[in-house]
C-alpha cells in the first residue's frame, strides 16, 4: 500500500491581482532580468589583461610585417 495520497481539493492557481498588476511592467521585468542573468562586459579598453595580449599580439604581427 503506498504511503502518498491525492488531495483532490486544491485551491487554484491563478494569479492574484496584486501578482498581475506586478508584473505588467515589462521595461522593468526585462532590467531586472538582465541585471540577474547576465554578466557586464567590459569594453577591452579598461580589460587590463585582454589589452595587454592585443597590444602584444599587434606588436608582433607589426614586427614580422617590417622584417618581410
Known sequence: MRK????????SKEPTKEQ???YKDFASLSHKYERLAKRP???LYRDPKLF??????????????LES
Not at 502518498?4 to 485551491?11: P, Y
Not at 597590444?55 to 608582433?60: A, E, P, Y
Open 41 to 43: 562586459k567590459k569594453p
Open 52 to 65: 595587454l595580449l592585443l597590444l602584444i599580439l599587434g606588436l608582433m604581427f607589426l614586427l614580422v610585417f
Open 4 to 11: 502518498f495520497q491525492r488531495i483532490t481539493n486544491e485551491k
Open 20 to 22: 498581475m498588476v506586478r
